[in-house]
C-alpha cells in the first residue's frame, strides 16, 4: 500500500499528490509514468511522474479528473493510501545536444511538460514555454513554470488570463521571430499536438510529443498502446511515451482515443449515481 503523504486542488478539476513509494522515487526521471491501482478492484491506470523527491522517498503525480477511477482517487484523502503504485514505467525525455527549448504545455498536459522543463533548465539550457488553458480558471502551475522558464507566454482559448488565442501562435511568432529552437516538446491533447506539428514542421525544427494512448499492463505485452510511428507499430509504454511527432500518425492515435467512450461514460454515470446516493 502506498500513503498519500500530500493532497492539494489545483484547481476544480485537477488534483496533486505526493505518494511515498521510496524505490519509484530512486529511480524516477522526467518523462516516466507510473501506473495505480486505487484498491484492489480497481482499474489500472497510467499517470506522468510530474516530480519527485529522491530523499523524501515521494513521487508527485497530477491528474485531471475525468471520470471512475480519477473519480476514486480524488476520494481519499491525505494519509490515506492507495493499492498499487508501479514504475518508474517507459523511457525518460532524451535531452542529449540541447541548448535551447520550447516546452508547449495544453491543460493537464502542462503537468507532464513541467519536470521536463524542470530538466532542460538544469542541464543548463535555455527554456522557453508556452502553456495554455480553456480559460483562467484552469490555469495550473505558473509559478512553477515562471521558475524553470527563461520566457513563459501563458495562453487561454477564452481571453480571461494571459493572451487570447491557441498555443501554436506564439510558437509561429517565436519561430518567425528568429528564435533558433533546438527542438520544440509538445505535451497536451492529440489535437493541440498534432497543430504543434504542423506549425513547425515547415521550418524543419525536430518537436517530441508526448503520446497518452490506452494503457492496460504498461510493459509492452498487451499491445493496447499501440500506436503507428514512422509506418511502424510502436508500443508507447515501452518505445515511448515520447516520439517524433513528424512521424506520428495523429489521425489513428485520435480514432483509437474514443473507442470506449462510450464504455467510459457507463462507468462515469454508475459512480455518479452511487456517489449522489451516498450523499442523500
Ligand atoms: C503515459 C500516460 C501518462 C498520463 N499522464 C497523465 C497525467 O499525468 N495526468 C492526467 O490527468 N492524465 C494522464 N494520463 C491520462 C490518464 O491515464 C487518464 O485520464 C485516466 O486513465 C482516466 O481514467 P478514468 O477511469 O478516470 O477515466 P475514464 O472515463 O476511464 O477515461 C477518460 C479518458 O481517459 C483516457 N483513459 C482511460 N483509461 C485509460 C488508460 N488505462 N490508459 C490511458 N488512458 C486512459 C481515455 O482517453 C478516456 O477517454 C496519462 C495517460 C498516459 C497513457
Ligand atoms: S500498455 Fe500494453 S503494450 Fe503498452
Do not use: W
Not at 182 to 204: C, N, S, W
Not at 253 to 268: L, N, P, T, V
Request: hydrophobic share 40%; aromatic share 8%; proline share 3%.
Amino acid at each position: 500500500m502506498y500513503k498519500i503523504v500530500k493532497k492539494r486542488e489545483l484547481n476544480s478539476t485537477v488534483t496533486m499528490m505526493d505518494i511515498y513509494a521510496p524505490l519509484v522515487a530512486k529511480k524516477a526521471e522526467a518523462g516516466q509514468f507510473i501506473i495505480l491501482r486505487v484498491d484492489e478492484n480497481g482499474e489500472r491506470i497510467p499517470l506522468t511522474v510530474a516530480g519527485f523527491d529522491r530523499e523524501a522517498g515521494t513521487v508527485k503525480i497530477i491528474f485531471q479528473i475525468v471520470g471512475g477511477t480519477t473519480m476514486r482517487l480524488n476520494a481519499k484523502k491525505e494519509g490515506e493510501y492507495i493499492q498499487d503504485f508501479v514504475g518508474p514505467l517507459g523511457c525518460a525525455t532524451k535531452t542529449d545536444g540541447v541548448k535551447k527549448v520550447c516546452i508547449v504545455g495544453g491543460g493537464v498536459g502542462c503537468a507532464i511538460a513541467l519536470p521536463v522543463a524542470q530538466k532542460f533548465k538544469a542541464l543548463g539550457c535555455e527554456v522557453h514555454s508556452i502553456i495554455g488553458f480553456r480559460s483562467k480558471d484552469l490555469v495550473i502551475l505558473e509559478k512553477e513554470f515562471a521558475e524553470c522558464s527563461d520566457k513563459l507566454t501563458i495562453m487561454t482559448d477564452d481571453g480571461s488570463y494571459g493572451r487570447q488565442g491557441v498555443v501554436t501562435v506564439p510558437l509561429k511568432e517565436a519561430i518567425e521571430g528568429g528564435e533558433n529552437y533546438d527542438e520544440v516538446i509538445a505535451i497536451g491533447p492529440l489535437v493541440m499536438m498534432k497543430f504543434v506539428v504542423a506549425t513547425t514542421r515547415p521550418y524543419g525544427i525536430k518537436t517530441t510529443v508526448s503520446m497518452n494512448p490506452i494503457m492496460i499492463d504498461g510493459t509492452g505485452m498487451c499491445g493496447g498502446c499501440r500506436l503507428t510511428v514512422g509506418g511502424k507499430t510502436k508500443f508507447a509504454c515501452v518505445d515511448g511515451p515520447d516520439f517524433d511527432g513528424f512521424e506520428v500518425d495523429f489521425d489513428e492515435a485520435m480514432a483509437r482515443s474514443s473507442a470506449y467512450a462510450e464504455f467510459e461514460q457507463g462507468q462515469r454515470s454508475e459512480l455518479c449515481n452511487l456517489l449522489n446516493k451516498a450523499v442523500k
